[in-house]
């Protein structure tokens, strides 16, 4: 399997993530997607405690809190994990709620959603949605609430410019969204 750049990453990376994995090379009839999922995240947690924060984000978190915003998590990775990473990196106190998958397979946000709206007891009208994804888009729309994509992440700018109009470059950039 051909190793990627960031950039070729961010062209083609997707989800279902089944299918992301398919787009990639890797054959399900030689490994299953159950023991990939399981050794990527077995991989992902080692590596988690060298990743860095975005500059400037728990700053950001702490003003949107002190202004009177409630910020939460849907998350396609595993919850428990999620709560974990946050709570390491000292920002449960700004996230109230967080709602993911009890799996390591990533799957779609979509049915996450409608729960994750009654966690955090909110009319859709009322929430900005924050993504890096073009699916991120694709659960806003289908709660119904507005959505800002947030470029660096996972997709190319151009690629979420194709589908939102709200495309932050950065932290700086999705203040004018609020």
């Not at 470029?151 to 470059?169: C, F, P, T, W």
Request: hydrophobic share 35%; with cysteine; net charge negative.
């Amino acid at each position: 399997m051909q190793t990627k750049t960031i950039e070729e990453y961010r062209e083609i990376f997707d989800f279902p993530i089944y299918d992301y994995y398919k787009r990639v090379g890797f054959d399900f009839e030689i490994e299953s997607f159950d023991d990939l999922a399981d050794e990527f995240m077995e991989l992902y947690d080692a590596a988690l405690p060298e990743c860095k924060l975005r500059e400037g984000t728990e700053e950001f978190m702490k003003r949107l809190d002190s202004e009177g915003y409630k910020q939460s998590v849907l998350t396609a990775g595993r919850e428990s994990s999620v709560v974990k990473e946050i709570r390491d990196l000292r920002l449960n106190k700004y996230i109230k709620k967080i709602t993911g998958l009890h799996n390591n397979k990533a799957e779609s946000k979509v049915i996450l959603a409608a729960k994750h709206l009654n966690k955090i007891k909110t009319d859709a009208a009322d929430i900005l949605f924050i993504g890096d994804t073009t699916h991120d888009k694709i659960v806003a729309n289908e709660i119904g609430c507005d959505c800002v994509l947030l470029a660096g992440g996972h997709q190319s700018i151009e690629r979420l410019k194709a589908v939102n109009d709200m495309v932050a470059g950065g932290l700086k950039d999705l203040k004018k969204y609020l």
